[in-house]
């Protein structure tokens, strides 16, 4: 069974200071990897797709298959990326639906 | 553009009352996907739809019913709600073209709290 695992319930750094949120999965096949947010008040939103290998509002996340990891990095936090942070992998293409990692709250202290 | 709409947003039922969540997405997805979240744990996946007329069950779909009578709409219905329901449950919708440019990309509702006495 596939399974997506954040180390880190809670994350504080202080702003300016460089990011990274963890992500570990298991799966035996070739997976889709993605990063969702979700700011205060606001609905879960994709920040970030594998395939994609884009930056996004600073964040950078690379798929790393020996380690079977794909963090989550930005090199200077700011006030505005306190937010929920989920990892969530998809098995295959087409209809499946998402399995999601427990999240990560990060917070960016002044 | 309203997106993925959900309805109601809040409920609160008692044990063994029955209730339907509405979702609803302006978007034209063919695809359409139940999730509930409960504290401290990530979403996961109850019922999902391909397409109008189709659903198939998801990671945890035991208490739970879905239908998709129009590609618009999707269902999420309790017959007999129980305490161990009581959660957000979200919403969400993607295309079906892979050649689609974020064809994977869900977009998600803003759930609705539901507690179950």
């Known amino acids: 069974a596939q399974r997506v695992t954040q180390p880190e319930k809670l994350l504080s750094v202080f702003k300016g200071a460089p990011v990274e949120l963890k992500c570990n999965y298991s799966?035996?096949?070739?997976?889709?990897l993605f990063w969702y947010v979700q700011y205060s008040r606001q609905r879960l939103q994709l920040l970030l797709r594998?395939?994609s290998r884009e930056s996004i509002k600073g964040f950078t996340a690379d798929l790393n298959k020996g380690e079977t990891s794909f963090h989550l990095k930005k090199p200077f936090a700011q006030e505005e990326d306190s937010a929920m942070y989920y990892c969530?992998?998809?098995?295959?293409?087409?209809?499946?639906?998402?399995?999601f990692g427990k999240g990560t709250h990060l917070i960016i202290q002044p | 553009n309203a997106g993925v709409t959900q309805t109601p947003k809040f409920r609160v039922l008692k044990t063994g009352q029955s209730m339907t969540l509405l979702c609803a997405q302006d978007?034209?997805?063919?695809?359409m996907y139940w999730y509930r979240q409960d504290p401290g744990m990530g979403l996961r996946l109850i019922h999902y739809?391909?397409?109008?007329?189709?659903?198939a069950k998801g990671e945890v779909p035991d208490g739970y019913n879905v239908s998709r009578l129009k590609k618009q709409n999707f269902l999420l219905g309790l017959e007999s709600a129980a305490p161990s329901q009581t959660s957000v449950y979200f919403c969400?919708?993607?295309?079906?073209?892979?050649?689609?440019?974020?064809?994977?990309?869900?977009?998600f509702g803003p759930g609705t709290r539901l507690t179950v006495l």
């Open positions: 969400a919708s993607s295309y079906a073209s892979p050649g689609v440019e974020y064809s994977d990309t869900q977009y």
């Open positions: 594998h395939i």
């Open positions: 978007m034209n997805h063919e695809y």
């Open positions: 969530a992998l998809r098995s295959g293409g087409g209809a499946d639906g998402l399995t």
């Open positions: 799966y035996s096949g070739s997976p889709e």
């Open positions: 739809s391909v397409g109008e007329g189709t659903t």
